[in-house]
């Protein structure tokens, strides 16, 4: 993909951290934007900072996929096609395994997994119609690799994985790409609003992602993997760069290492 200018791009989880920061940058590049999550107070403010783009609010709750199809039919209302759909809402978790409560693993795959596919598959038909699209997976670093403390988010993750690599292969004839962006320690509010073993909002930011990178920089990254057709990229630090590294080729080394890594 040569430029963004006037591509109709779909984002998720539009209202904080990585999402805005994209639907931000993607204004400034002259996209026609959709930007969706599920507070619209918080979608009108996001929508004010992009200096007079041609954005379409759209609430969505990736946790109640019975009304997708109707949303998908407002976008292609508004501008007759979707040809980018950034795959980017979700929630994370802050808690040890015996301590976590089922419904909070339940809770976190149907959002961040469920949600997710099911939005692909009503937004598939569309791109198979128009010959072309490419989805845009926002994952995380420990969808390659699992820490302490985020179990539930960490297997979400791993899961977006299977299904879209599954998917890259069978539409590789299509016209239709995927791009799955694995990101580090991104200073945002996913900390904060992690759930605990009950399922409540921990409120209080990691050291790690407060030392992170910023969102704006993830974004740009980000944009420049859409740009490059990557399939995969992983936005972050020498120290999560590492550890996938060290997770791939030496295994016995990384279950070593991750119990040592600040993680929290």
Known sequence: MSSIKNKVVWVTGATSGIGEALVVALATQGAKLIISA???????????????????????????????????????????????????????????????????????????????????????????????????????????????YRSGY?????????????LRAELHDDNISVLLVCPGFIKTNISIKALTERGEKLGTMDKATAAGLTPKECARQIIEGILANKQEIVVGGMKEKFAILSKRFFPSFFSVLIRKMAVK
Do not use: W
């Open 38 to 148: 599920r507070r619209e107070d918080e979608l009108k403010r996001v929508a004010e900072n992009c200096k007079g783009a041609d954005v379409f609010i759209l609430p969505l709750d990736l946790a109640d996929q019975s009304n997708f199809e109707k949303i998908k039919d407002e976008a292609l209302n508004k501008f007759g096609r979707i040809d980018i759909l950034i795959n980017n809402g979700g929630i994370s978790q802050r808690s040890l395994v015996k301590d976590t409560s089922v419904d909070v693993d339940r809770k976190i795959m149907e959002v961040n997994y469920i949600g997710t596919v099911a939005l692909t598959k009503v937004v598939l038909p569309q791109f198979l119609k128009q010959g072309s699209g490419k989805f845009v997976v926002t994952t995380s670093s420990v969808g390659k690799i699992g820490t302490p």
């Open 154 to 166: 960490s297997a979400s993750k791993h899961a977006l994985h299977g299904f879209f690599d599954s």
